[in-house]
């Protein structure tokens, strides 16, 4: 992952972050042609991923993509998890396990 430029006072806000909550102090920085790099010392694969997923989430990208997801849930008012191409496709994958249950059900008759 690229690093993000950080100014000075961008700097006292991640050291504020790591010491009262460090997760969202977590990224790659750059400040002054140096980086700095915040990330949970020997975490796991899943860890990562989950941290990655919580990353895009809260800044409004697609979980999966990392796209910028524009379209809000109308039930919740909030922006949807997933891009339009990526929920276009769990739809899909919705719609066609639905169809294999009700498929199934007809079966047992
Ligand atoms: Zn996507």
Same mark, same amino acid.
């Given at each position: 992952m690229e690093p993000i430029k950080v100014s000075p006072n961008q700097i006292d806000? &991640?050291?504020?972050?790591?010491? #009262?909550?460090?997760?969202?102090?977590?990224?790659?920085? =750059?400040? %002054?042609?140096? /980086? &700095?790099?915040?990330?949970?010392? #020997?975490?796991?694969?899943?860890?990562?991923?989950?941290? =990655?997923? %919580?990353?895009? /989430?809260?800044?409004?990208?697609?979980?999966?993509?990392?796209?910028?997801?524009?379209r809000k849930n109308p039930a919740t008012g909030k922006l949807y998890r997933l891009c339009d191409h990526h929920r276009s496709l769990i739809d899909q994958k919705n719609k066609e396990k639905s169809a294999a249950r009700k498929a199934a059900k007809k079966g047992k008759k």
């Open positions: 806000k &991640i050291a504020t972050d790591l010491k #009262k909550d460090p997760e969202t102090a977590i990224g790659n920085y =750059l400040f %002054k042609g140096y /980086r &700095i790099q915040v990330s949970k010392y #020997k975490a796991s694969g899943a860890e990562r991923v989950q941290q =990655l997923y %919580k990353r895009r /989430r809260d800044n409004g990208l697609c979980i999966v993509c990392g796209t910028k997801v524009t």
